[in-house]
């Protein structure tokens, strides 16, 4: 990772720091130095977006397809409360199995086996703030959808992969901070866009460019799912307390016990809003027999959204996101993992049921530096921004995916008529009219 970008249009020029640092292989080129500085350009100053092609007419261009990227893989949260160190960490076996279910003690164990795993109950207990730096690279892989023609019996479905325009995704560095239990940041720059997003313990809070404000929640969020990601043991094992264990699954040849959380009604309610209703969440880990450690995290998010005024004037979403966790290293005597996969597929499906989409996502990610208790690193750190947008004082809708946006690809295809050409970069498959 590289945090100062070279001059290469002037050789007395001064270096430029990147707010973010930005992944090696973005200023490497086969041919020469100015191959290498159009490259870091390119991918750190935002294009316009190429509206002569097919796909442009259905995906709105990259623009569209970064938004979606970070508005849905790029900060979402985890809607279910965090149990305090103490719950987990301090209090023995015994106590904390009295008088729960089988499903709830096997949990209880679990978790304490993956603590002892992770580093220890004393070494996560002294971690007080941490920072974490690294890459990623996410691209939208598959777009399939479905169409009822009007008046006919008849349906219409259309599959395209390989949406990345041919640069096999969009790379991009990000930078996480967190102090205490529930004081968060993060900074994420993709292909020449920010997101930032962050919690100061009472408020969280999400910026980003197609944003006139920073949105905000006016209640107290869950983690950070990328928390949850290996980089974070401490909230990992806290927030899995409260689980139950529904069984075993084998993943990447691996035996695991996966235990299973469920957003509680009170937390659905405070998620939704006039025009969106959360109607289900559910996470769940699986944890390895062999090591201890997490090594696969997935969860599932149904939103149902009023589109107008009619009754029927409704749109479902469900966001699916599974997370492969690898490469653990000892990191001052905690084990964290370094380098993961994320899988992120989004339904839409109208109540009418005449037409559905499936939009498929992928995240790589590598962890290039990761430490432990920053020194000077404030609470002041973590305050929101000035022009925080709460539920309180405007309807803006606080969603980590914006799962209402016109940009959104599945809501333009809905509409938008399906006349496709060929495409250099991308495999369009056309099925044509079949009965329904």
Same mark, same amino acid.
């Given at each position: ?46 294009? #316009? ?31 279910? /409360? ?9 209090? #023995? ?17 679990? *978790? ?12 996560? $207990? ?5 920072? $974490? ?7 939208? @892989?598959?777009?399939?959808? @479905? ?33 205490? +239990? ?26 980003? #460019? ?22 974070? /043991? ?6 899995? $307390?409260?689980? *139950? ?75 699916? +996101?599974? @997370? ?81 946006? /016109? ?30």
């Amino acid at each position: 990772m590289r945090t100062l970008c070279p001059n290469f249009d002037r050789e007395d020029g001064l270096e430029t720091v990147l707010e973010v640092p930005m992944p090696e292989e973005l200023f490497c080129s086969e041919n020469n130095k100015t191959g290498a500085w159009r490259t870091v350009k390119s991918s750190l100053l935002r294009s #316009p977006p190429d509206n002569t092609s097919s796909l442009s007419t259905l995906f709105g261009g990259r623009d569209a397809q970064i938004q979606m990227l970070l508005g849905i893989v790029g900060a979402p949260l985890i809607p279910l /409360p965090v149990t305090s160190d103490r719950d987990i960490l301090d209090h #023995p076996m015994s106590k904390l199995i009295k008088n729960q279910s089988i499903e709830s003690a096997m949990a209880k164990y679990i *978790v304490k086996q993956y603590t002892a795993a992770a580093g220890g109950e004393v070494a996560l $207990a002294g971690v007080e703030s941490m920072y $974490a730096i690294g890459k990623v690279k996410m691209g939208v @892989t598959e777009f399939c959808a @479905t169409k009822t023609l009007i008046g006919k019996r008849k349906k219409k479905m259309v599959r395209i992969k390989n949406l990345n325009n041919g640069n096999g995704g969009e790379m991009g560095g990000f930078v996480l901070w967190k102090k205490g +239990s529930s004081q968060w940041s993060l900074e994420l720059v993709v292909s020449g866009c920010k997101v930032s997003a962050g919690c100061d313990g009472n408020v969280a809070w999400k910026q980003s #460019p197609w944003l006139s404000h920073s949105h905000a929640s006016n209640e107290p969020s869950g983690p950070l799912r990328r928390f949850l990601q290996g980089l974070d /043991p401490k909230t990992t094992a806290n927030l899995f $307390a409260g689980s *139950v264990c529904v069984g075993e699954k084998v993943v990447n040849n691996e035996e695991c016990f996966v235990l299973k959380l469920e957003t509680q009604p009170a937390g659905l309610k405070s998620r939704s809003t006039s025009g969106i209703e959360t109607v289900k969440h559910t996470l769940w880990g699986c944890f390895s027999q062999r090591t201890g450690l997490l090594v696969q995290l997935e969860d599932t998010y149904l939103v149902r959204i009023r589109t107008g005024p009619e009754e029927e004037d409704v749109v479902l979403w469900e966001t699916t +996101s599974e @997370t492969m966790i690898q490469d653990y290293k000892s990191v001052d005597g905690i084990q964290i993992a370094h380098r993961g996969k994320t899988q992120v597929s989004l339904l839409r499906l109208d109540e009418s049921l005449e037409s559905h989409s499936k939009t498929t996502m992928e995240e790589s990610w590598e962890v290039e530096e990761v430490g432990f208790n920053v020194k000077g690193l404030s609470s002041d750190f973590f305050l929101p921004p000035g022009d925080l947008c709460t539920k309180e004082n405007e309807e803006c809708g606080f969603d980590f995916g914006d799962y209402s946006s /016109p940009m959104m690809m599945p809501l333009k295809v809905s509409t938008a008529p399906w006349k496709l050409k060929s495409s250099r970069v991308t495999a369009i498959e056309d099925f044509g009219e079949f009965e329904g």
